[in-house]
């Protein structure tokens, strides 16, 4: 995949262009990891990167060490960068934090009344409903992804926004949730998860939501981890995260 833009990226001088391409290597870099694009444990070039970026090695080694600091790369001195692989282990630290600040967000949403964020939380119900009972699981995997986001922002707290963010990177969320989903009868469950947290936010019960929330984090953490390989096993089909 070739990088579009101004032939790809074109270097100048000054600190401030230095840093928009840096950020820009960045933020290309983290969404094709997220996205699952560029697959765990897959090693990652500098020089290849820097070629197609259009820029030195500079800003892309830059970019790498900001990566490592995000959890989405390993770099691995005389050896090579990688993008990260969690272990099992991992992973169920990272839902434990992210089951943690949803929970929080759900309970503060709730304390906010009748905000825009709900309208829109029962608007994206409705389409995750029609995605299921079509069986899209493509379609509700995004609606997922838009759910949590909204009841995060919904939440009106910088501080956490800031956090979960970086937790949902690590996470690279939006590959793992359609693992989740492939259980069978999770999607299904997982709608009306959702329906009864927006219905405790709506009713201003902070207390049941963030509990509620937290059983639902729980529960797409427990399909997530059946729906993963067996530690030492090989994958069958090569769709791990599919």
Do not use: C, W
């Amino acid at each position: 995949m070739r990088y579009q833009g101004a032939g790809s990226v074109t270097e100048a001088t000054g600190g401030s262009a230095s840093s928009s391409i840096q950020a820009t290597v960045i933020a290309e870099m983290r969404g094709r990891i997220i996205s699952g694009e560029i697959e765990p444990g897959r090693p990652l070039s500098e020089l290849a990167l820097a070629e197609e970026f259009g820029v030195s090695r500079t800003p892309v080694r830059e970019a790498l060490k900001q990566l490592q600091t995000e959890g989405l790369v390993e770099i691995r001195p005389r050896v090579g960068t990688f993008v990260t692989t969690p272990s099992r282990r991992e992973l169920t630290e990272l839902f434990e934090m992210k089951e943690l600040l949803e929970g929080a967000a759900a309970r503060l949403l709730a304390q906010r009344g009748r905000v825009p964020e709900i309208d829109r939380l029962q608007e994206n119900l409705k389409e995750a409903d029609a995605a299921v009972a079509r069986d899209d699981r493509e379609r509700y995997a995004e609606l997922v992804g838009e759910f949590h986001d909204l009841l995060i922002t919904g939440a009106d707290n910088n501080k956490l926004e800031a956090h979960y963010r970086m937790l949902m990177n690590q996470l690279a969320y939006s590959r793992l949730v359609k693992t989740s989903l492939s259980r069978p009868g999770r999607p299904l469950q997982s709608d009306r998860e959702h329906h009864l947290v927006v219905e405790l936010i709506t009713e201003k019960d902070g207390d049941s939501a963030e509990q509620v929330m937290r059983e639902h984090v729980r529960a797409s953490r427990r399909a997530l981890m059946a729906g993963l390989p067996t530690p030492g096993a090989q994958p069958s089909d090569g769709k791990e995260g599919a």
